[in-house]
């Protein structure tokens, strides 16, 4: 799985590169498409039955599963990007948001940045939170118990984010998506067992609002109903006998996890 997380670490690098005001989604979603071909694989959103991008492209108050179109990004978006390659019968899958600059609205963009911040960090605290956890719900606890730290009514941090609750995370192997669910928040059982040979990714969906949301009527696009915005962060991580590696990572997740005292360790 390792070179399938090359693979989709370099589509989604490439996708980012080009995600600037002006551009739309489908240049990002050509361009995901050739790095993924040219490495030899498949984009495995496209093997998804009723689905033909490479991308799914998620814009302010879209928070997943957004459909590439010829609309070019605005400054002061929020966008997030997903995406996941197919090589040799084993899969990637990952995501970012990124916020355009936009001079004219400063107090847009700081609370756009600062929701986007909050979801990539809490995708860390789950990253971290399974190198550690004997069960693999400790992640959904350990991504809630931030967020709310984050976000929650009584930090007086000024904002209140939702963690979505109808869509989790997921195994990933030879179809990109597998049993078990990964939650993003506390539950009242404990998952399966973390042991060696568990690859799950990581994907919280935080709202600086209300949970709820709708599918567009493109039936794919997942937006919030309160008109919130969203961010998606997601990465593929391998349990191995070592320790942990993020697949989808260029450094297999360092930069990340530093903060945190650990480092990852390469699949042999």
């Keep these: 799985m390792v070179h399938a997380g090359r693979a989709t670490a370099s589509a989604l690098a490439q996708a980012r590169t080009r995600l600037i005001a002006g551009a739309t989604p489908l240049e990002l979603d050509s361009a995901a498409e050739q790095v993924i071909r040219d490495a030899g694989g498949v984009p495995n959103f496209t093997l ?8 799914c492209v998620s ?9 590439p179109g010829d609309r070019p990004f605005r400054p002061g978006d929020i966008v997030s990007v997903d ?34 911040s909050v979801t990539e960090a809490a995708m860390w605290h789950g990253i971290a939170a399974l190198s550690r956890a004997s069960h693999l719900n400790e992640v959904g606890a350990a991504i809630e118990d931030f967020v709310s730290a984050a976000g929650g009514p009584s930090t007086g941090a000024g904002h209140r984010y939702g963690i979505l609750t109808d869509y989790v995370g997921h195994g990933i192997g030879r179809s990109m998506h597998e049993e078990p669910p990964v939650f993003n928040y506390r539950v009242d059982r404990k998952g399966p067992a973390v042991k060696p040979g568990l690859v799950v990714a990581i994907e ?14 493109d039936d794919w696009t997942v937006t919030t109903s309160d008109g919130a915005d969203a961010a998606h962060w997601e990465h593929s991580v391998a349990v191995h006998a070592g320790g942990i590696w993020v697949l989808t990572a260029d450094d297999g997740g360092a930069a990340g996890l530093s903060p945190f005292g650990i480092v990852p360790v390469p699949i042999a």
């Design 204 to 217: 919280p969906m935080i709202v600086a609002g209300a949970i709820e949301t709708f599918v567009r009527d």
């Design 59 to 67: 814009v302010n108050d879209d928070v997943v599963h957004g459909i």
């Design 48 to 55: 998804v039955p009723g689905y033909r991008h490479t991308l």
């Design 83 to 116: 995406g996941g390659a197919e090589v040799d019968g084993w899969n990637g899958d990952a995501a970012f948001t990124l916020v355009l600059p936009d001079p004219s609205r400063p107090e847009v963009v700081a609370a756009r940045e600062q929701l986007s």
